[in-house]
């Protein structure tokens, strides 16, 4: 089987301890071993045994119970619930991938490791369990051996659209398009049979808004919170001195969504606002975190707390509107909102689509990311910015080092266009024309970002199809965001990419006075670029076909006046424009926060809110 790597890798990368542990996963100490201990947990979650009940339908409830509790990161009682199961069907192959992905939950890899091996061993071939172990080595980033395991499980089983959404990102992740026509025709096959799929790995794959709502339901649905959880708040509020505002995230790091939303909890207007950060990411001493922890007047550390707890706190804040940063992003704890934290719950930045969730009643965009036309594809109303939806950091300053290009292994009198998407996010469409321009400007070359060797290699041999030689093809890897704000000059003209666009990325690129050149689409995720370039005041480098795109692109190229004057009005939109005016974002994004308190207090629904 194709998986031997991987299962080599899954046993070579075993501790030595978890080496010599007996096939069925030891419990932890989070598991007590006193019989009135164990007869407590059993009283609290209705577990009493009994010979009435059989014994599958025994497990169903208590893996449905353990997966819930894992998902609220209640994990001792994830875990106890597990261990019972396991009493009473020891070999059930399920058991033992449900145990893994709490174990992963926790971050204890050795045991998840043990756990999946466990299942693998208990049914070689089962695609549920191939399928697992693909999404654990995708978590840890073993992208090529996650793969082989994807590949292996749609064997089994064909219709499996998780996996094969999965796959696929992780395909384009690598820039290995071998199966990019096939994909196109599975997915109008599982657009009728789907059950659920990720719908951050779907972004990519198409330009759909109806499709990516479904998914995101499904996904918001796949953990809910059961009715009788949830509270409810009673208008008109009791009045206080000043609105709550409680974020949530992991990414209070040095992390896009810090670089584009730090600046403005600093300058939340502290007559009227008190800010609450709750972060379930890892403590650490990044910039991004320190200068979150800095900026809240209340940080509160919840990393790895469980659920109801870090409910219950928010609820004891008092919050007024509780804002999710994440969507359907990694590390996500979006079933928070499902207990409904305070009166009115918003989702912002993290996600560029609709999270589906019922209890969120706002998102923040604007008329260029979702027009009316589109709010049908969002289950949230829409909170209208008046320019861009998007935060940005007025105050961030390039490295004082300016990198030549020779530096940078560029040409110095080469036109230079640019690509500092991720991989993932470039499609053979995007590339196709790449590659055209680059025959089109003889003295022209394609700095692109890629981080690893093999995205690399596959790069270049797409470019060698088309005809392109290795030499027109310049890579860039990782730097630090000042660094990075320091090269992008170098850049003549950004090439955006299609269903996802450059967020973060475009906005560094106009900062730094480099056009952007974009197309476009449906999606949210497929407009952003288009929405940004509408603040700077330079509409015209947004296009709406593939030839337009490429005509565009190509006269910036040729006519070097014409490139010189974009450059020029892309700084003067930055410097006058409001995309950089973090003072009037900061006052219209709390108009908009506080006209949504009124309308609770009011009695009135949720409804698409605009500062007109």
Known sequence: ?????????????????????????????????????????????????????PVREQVVRLMKMSRKKAVERSFDDALYLMEQALELDPKNRSIHTALGEIYELMEKRDKALLCHIEALRLEPQNPECLAYIGSYLMRIGQDEEAINYFQDTLKFAPSNEVVFARMMHLKRRKCDWSEFGKSRKKIKNFTKVMKAIDPFSFLSIADDPDLQMQYSVLAANANKVSKKETAAFTAPLPKKDKIRIGYFSCDFLDHATMYL???????????????????????????????????????????????????????????????DLKGHTKGNRINLFDYRMAPVQISYLGYPGTTGVESIDYMVADPVVVPPKYRKYYTEKVLYMPDCYQSNDDSRKAACHVPARADMGLPEDALVFCSFNSPYKVSPDEFDIW??????????????????????????????????????????????????????????IFLDTFFVNAHTTASDALWAGVPVVTKVGKQFAARVAASLLHAVGTDELVTSTPQQYQALALKLARDREYLAEMKARVKAGIETGPLYDTERFTRNFEALLEKTLERFNAGLKPDHISLQ
């Open 435 to 492: 590659m055209k321009l680059l025959k089109l400007v003889p003295d022209s070359v394609l700095w692109f970002y890629a981080a690893k060797d093999d995205i690399r290699e596959n790069v270049l041999a797409e470019a060698k199809r088309r005809g392109i030689g290795r030499e027109r093809i310049i890579f860039a890897g990782f730097a630090k965001q000042e660094e990075h704000l320091a090269r992008l000059p170098l850049a003549d």
């Open 261 to 323: 939303i730090g600046r403005m909890f600093e300058l939340h207007d502290r007559e009227k606002f008190e800010i609450y950060i709750y972060d379930y990411g890892a403590m650490t001493n990044q910039e991004g975190r320190l200068r979150a922890e800095k900026s809240a007047d209340v940080y509160r550390q919840v990393g790895g707390v469980d659920s109801e707890t870090i409910v219950e706190q928010a609820r004891q804040d008092g919050l007024d509107i509780a804002v």
């Open 1 to 53: 089987m194709s998986n031997s790597g991987a299962q080599h890798f899954l046993a070579s990368n075993l501790s030595g301890a978890a080496k010599g542990a007996a096939k069925t996963p030891g419990f932890p100490g989070a598991v007590v071993s006193n019989q009135r201990a164990n007869f407590a947990m059993a009283l609290k979650h209705g577990m009493m045994k009994s010979n009435d009940v």
